[in-house]
């Protein structure tokens, strides 16, 4: 039977993800951002927490896991390079792992970058990955820990998922990543109509995500940077996909908009 997955909105702009197997009742919160906001989120639900899977150490995705834990008992996963910032951690994941949720297999993939022990979890069945901060929705992280080059592999490992595979995000970032996204790559016209989309999803208040594979392959610049129009208009018109992909990410640290 297929997986139950809520979103909700957490903090100024993280989101809050609560997966939940119906045979089972098991139930996995990804990441915790606000320890009330899941509970809140449980309780409309009727869902039991059984799981937390953390994807990686910054303060706004594990500042409530000490207080979900004690509340609900929770079993907490999480990166192994960053098992010493994670609190209340339990079990640790590396690439290559496979670990089961409720008859779920779950894929563990390394995605350094944004820091260097962050992962995804991926649910091959269920065709859904959970990136948080590798890959936002016509964005990437920022390199905080990594190196651009690190940060280039890890978003195109994402990017290499089957394309109907469904992406759940970290934050709302998405209108002001494809305001970014069209000074980089103005001819896109999947680009320039997916922003029509964008802007009534948010004037109604709705979130952007979840977004899929095929969609940010058509019109996420970092995902693009192997095409002969980014590379062209980062003027890098012999740039391999990793220097493209750098000039747009460092255009985007300086970006004002």
Known sequence: MALDIFLFPCLSDNYGVLVHDPVSGRTASIDVPDAKAVLDALQAK????????TTHHHVDHVQGNLELK???????????READKIPGIDRTVREGDVIDFAG???????????????IVYYFPQDEVAFVADTLFALGC???????????????EKVGALPADTKLY??????????RFAMTVDPTNQALIARGEVIRQLRAESKPTVPTNVAIERATNPYLR?????????????NGTPAEVFAAIRTAKDNFKG
Request: glycine residues 12%; hydrophobic residues 40%; proline residues 6%.
């Open 46 to 53: 009727g869902w039991r927490l059984t799981d937390i899977f």
């Open 70 to 80: 004690a509340a609900t008992g929770a079993v907490i996963t999480g990166p192994a």
């Open 104 to 118: 779920h297999p779950v894929e563990i993939f390394e995605t350094p970058g944004h820091t260097l022990g962050h």
């Open 141 to 155: 992280g920022r390199v905080f820990e990594g190196t651009l080059e690190e940060m280039w592999r890890s978003v």
């Open 169 to 178: 995000v970290g934050h709302e970032y998405t209108e002001s990543n494809w």
């Open 225 to 237: 940077a192997a095409t002969a129009e980014l590379r062209q208009s980062m003027n890098l018109p």
